[in-house]
């Protein structure tokens, strides 16, 4: 977590904590998802 000027924070408050790991969650199911797909691609390609 950045401010303005690009110095990063040593402590974050724990909502801070809980969105960030919020976000990185909806991030890796995005990703599985996205994997799941190519799978199915790959799988009909053959």
């Known amino acids: 977590m950045n401010n303005c000027c ?3 924070r040593s402590f974050l408050t724990k909502e801070e ?4 790991l919020k976000e990185y969650k909806d991030s890796l199911e995005k ?5 799941s797909e190519r ?3 790959l ?3 053959n």
């Open 43 to 45: 799988e009909r390609a």
């Open 17 to 20: 904590k809980t969105e960030m």
């Open 6 to 8: 690009g110095v990063s």
């Open 39 to 41: 799978i199915r691609e």
């Open 31 to 35: 990703e599985a998802k996205g994997v």
